[in-house]
């Protein structure tokens, strides 16, 4: 039996993955693409998280019929391109589940940018040259999923190509080419998602190809449970008298969709409010400050964490984002772009000081941050000398991290 999202275990170890996730589905829903990877060793279920959001992504609108999801407000595809309002009134608009298209490593270039429509070129009565879109075009306003992203890195450089086109800008490019037909440019407005295990061949992502790892706008490293209720609950979910009970399937059916109306419904508010948000000048201003003061190499680092302040303040029901907001996102965009030793003198940047850029965000319930973040400091504070290369991989999971 496999399990849906409601029933996905949390645990101290995959918190982190949970928040990117949910930060990169609001910020999707809300038009602006987020790219994540998840790494972490093999069956710690990090792939299965990332599958099983699906069961609360929200559908999107589009024109009827249309293989590239045109937005019926602002049509882009070849097809569609420029057609007045009335025109599209006249084809019809649908509702389809939001898209989740996942790349395999046996893909093709032209199974995934686009290639030659053999239907339409085979056509007995009216035979004629086609493009037919690719995987990528097909996730337009969706997410686009790569497992063992390493792997195809490593084995597929034209694939891989491609994804650096894709991710280089937001909204992504993608071009469809093929001989004897003009070359078509579309616009993809597509979050990546990724995972792959960095202690496995062919190594970590930034081994491999570092400019595709830097195309990531967060990392996070997925843990292993360690809590012996979490397990021996884990166990018995699995355990085959457990899988066999098909009456206990039905009972906790309704109440799983359930939560997931709820879920769909938070992210559906969350995105709202993402729109309407903006980042305090201080707090862009501090951002900047880090980039300069610490020799930052990538633009894409602090443009991904103003991004990330404003959505991790949003789900975790802050009414503004705050340097705090940057400090905890500061692992998950830095980890996979500097050494340890560069990313623990960020993270403790004395110029963050609580008095100085206090923002007076609060939780929805009123609850004041100072307090909170005090302790946050407090606890996470740690001498430079102690730091080993493998707590850089792991630094996220200390991290004070809400549950869903």
Known sequence: MLKYYAQLERYEGNKALFDMIKMSMVSTIANEPLHIHAEGLRGTGKTTIMRKTQDILPPIVRVKDCIYNCDPAKPHCPVHRGMSAADIAD??????????????????????????????????????????????????????FVDEINRLADTAPEITDILLDLMGTKP???????AGLPVVSVKVNVSVWAASNPDED????????????????????????????????????NFHTTKLEPEREQMNLAAIMKKHEEYTETLLRWAEIYRESDLPDFVRNYIAR?????NLESIRAIEAMQQGAVLYSIINERDQASINDVTRILPLILQHRMDADSLIRVINDDSKGGSMFSTGGKKAGGKDETAEDAEFFKKEARPLKDLKR??????EKSIDFNRD
């Open 202 to 237: 062919p190594g970590p992502v930034e081994e491999i190809r570092r400019q595709l790892s830097d195309r990531f706008d967060m990392v996070c490293y997925m843990g292993r449970p360690t809590s012996i209720d979490v397990l021996a609950r884990m166990l018995k979910e």
């Open 172 to 178: 992504g490019v993608v071009q469809i080419e093929e």
């Open 91 to 144: 084809i019809g608009i649908e509702a389809i589940p939001m898209p989740f298209v996942e790349i395999s490593h046996s893909a093709k270039v032209g199974t995934v940018a686009g290639s030659i429509d053999l239907a339409k070129l085979t056509d007995t009565r009216k035979p004629e040259a086609g493009l037919l879109p690719g995987l990528i075009p097909q996730a337009h306003r969706g997410i686009l």
């Open 390 to 395: 493998k707590d850089l991989i792991n630094t």
């Open 290 to 294: 880090l980039y300069v003061k610490h």
